[in-house]
């Protein structure tokens, strides 16, 4: 039995954290969400670099295709791999057959001295050179003709000065701004600080704390938000479109979308799948190319919301291009050696470990 839909959409990803898995236990427990992001994201995002980046994008995108998501919006960061990064991870992405919008989460925690701002209550006070970097890297990539947004990794870590100027270069380039809002009660005073700026081609994502709205498309990620600890987005309740994002654990966009609908549930019992559905449909809306692609299920009842919200274990068989090109045969992708880019991508992972 089998059942075909067209590609699927991870609406928010963070492709270069597909090494994290495995990573050396943190200095020091986490507690709340900001010391997650202390001791475990931003001590992995400074330790990378470029080499690294293009196998956790390539393993990152590997898998991707292998869940039958054939596009990505990505969110990048790293202090030491902004230069070139964007298109490092399009490239990866490319060769594995997978559609991507690249983006550079800018910000200024990282201050030019090389420490960390220190006071989480107050944003920092003016631009830094890497947010510079990072918006030139940006705009780098999209006036070469790459597929991209200006990314901003929130509003608590960036200066008002960052926030207005990401903002100026999208609008000066014609694309979206994708930036975390309010996914912990840490950046509460998000949106007060984008209301000015946010317009309808930004790419909101978690909104867990937002305490108003804003113009833009949400990412729901129920997954890393139950994972993180920072409570239930509640996205059935805003006007936004919403869609369903993985933020970087992987891209298998039917688990999120159980995920997604099993959140809805516990916290609304009258709700169906249908709602999360929508939320899965919607990335069609922003990358409308990966409707012209093809995946068969091991499952013929793919398209029907009810059945997938029970059945675990639904797998992509094949994925064709619009054109007839296979870039998933039997479950091996076509393009890349799978095992190749496993491999690679561990000795990656050992050198990314030991700067840890």
């Known amino acids: 039995m089998s059942a075909t839909t067209p590609g699927l959409v991870c609406g928010h990803h963070h492709l270069y954290s597909a090494l994290a898995r495995g990573m ?42 292998q869940c039958g998501t054939t ?17 490092v991870i399009a490239d990866a992405c490319e060769e594995v057959g997978v559609r991507v919008v690249c983006a550079y989460g800018v910000t200024d925690r990282w201050q030019d001295d090389g420490t960390l701002w220190a006071d989480e209550h107050v ?16 705009e780098r990539f999209v006036a070469s003709g790459g597929r991209g947004m200006v990314g901003i990794h929130a509003a608590f870590t960036c200066s008002d000065e960052t926030l207005v100027a990401a903002a100026g270069a999208a609008h000066d380039l ?50 890393s938000n139950m994972n993180n600890a920072v409570g239930y987005a509640r996205p059935a309740r805003r006007a936004n479109a919403v869609v369903l994002g993985t933020d970087g654990i992987g891209a298998d966009m039917l688990e999120e979308f159980r995920l997604a609908y099993v959140a809805h ?23 409308p190319e990966a409707k012209t692609d093809t995946v068969t299920w091991n499952y013929d009842h793919v398209d029907s919301p009810w059945h997938v919200a029970f059945t675990p274990g639904i797998r992509a068989i094949d994925v064709r291009r619009a054109g ?11 393009r890349v050696d799978a095992n190749e880019v496993v491999a690679k991508a561990a000795e990656q992972a050992a050198r990314l470990f030991a700067r840890l």
């Open 324 to 334: 007839g090109e296979v870039l998933l045969h039997d479950g091996t992708p076509t």
């Open 174 to 223: 014609g694309v979206g701004v994708h930036v975390h809002v309010a996914e912990g009660s840490i950046d509460a005073a998000a949106g007060a600080r984008l209301q000015r700026l946010a317009t309808d081609d930004w790419l909101l994502v978690h909104c867990v704390h937002l305490d108003r709205d804003l113009p833009g498309t949400i990412a729901h990620n129920p997954r």
């Open 123 to 138: 944003p920092p006070p003016s631009m830094t050179d890497a947010a510079r970097r990072g918006i030139a890297e940006c």
């Open 24 to 65: 050396p236990a943190p200095p020091q427990q986490p507690t709340d969400f900001l010391s997650i992001l202390q001791q475990v994201w931003w001590r992995l995002d400074a330790a990378l670099d470029l080499e690294m980046l293009r196998w956790s994008a390539m393993l990152g995108a590997l898998e991707a295709l």
């Open 265 to 287: 549930r516990a916290d609304d019992v009258t709700a169906s799948p249908d709602a999360a559905w929508r939320w899965l449909s919607n990335g069609w809306e922003l990358m």
């Open 71 to 87: 596009a990505i919006i990505d969110h990048h960061e790293g202090p030491n791999a902004i230069d070139g990064s964007l298109q």
